[in-house]
């Protein structure tokens, strides 16, 4: 393969659609540009499962680490995977962990990595809340902020 990626028109593709799924033979994936409309991919299915095994393993590797004591070992490198993540309090980046961890290896067995996108984004949004103190001290001020803790039905406070 001599490209990653290509891009072109999705009016190509339409008019020749065997010229364009050959392409796939020399690159990964071809993104077809669709004009008022969300851009999508092209790729071949037997690259789609290379991707789900990686990411399956990935996962797995992920959690077997955290299960085995090397939640620490984790925990320090997560600023250069995740950047933004050093702006959260020490005990959200365990929860971060955490929440990773777990939607990971449920989304790997779907082979759907839309809840781990959301995830990230979610946190990332976090983040950006505690990077700012003005956003912060007005998203936590009462009434209208963060109002607290909330208690199960019929639980006492």
Request: charged share 25%; hydrophobic share 45%.
């Amino acid at each position: 393969m001599s490209a990653l990626f290509e891009e072109m028109p999705f009016s190509e593709f339409l008019h020749q659609p065997a010229a364009t799924a050959a392409r796939l033979e020399e690159v990964r994936s071809i993104r077809l540009r669709r004009r008022g409309a969300d851009d999508l991919a092209l790729v071949r299915a037997d690259q789609t499962d290379r991707d789900a095994t990686v990411i399956d393993f990935t996962a797995r590797l992920l959690a077997g680490l955290a299960k085995a004591g090397e939640a620490e070992a984790i925990r320090r490198v997560l600023a250069e995977a995740l950047p933004w993540s050093t702006f959260l309090p020490e005990t959200d980046r365990d929860q971060l962990l955490s929440e990773l961890i777990e939607v990971a290896q449920g989304a790997a067995s779907l082979r759907n990595l839309g809840p781990v996108s959301v995830l990230l984004e979610q946190w990332r949004h976090s983040a950006e809340i505690y990077a700012d103190p003005d956003t912060h001290r007005q998203v936590t001020a009462e009434p209208g902020g963060d109002l607290g803790r909330v208690h199960l039905p019929g639980a006492t406070a």
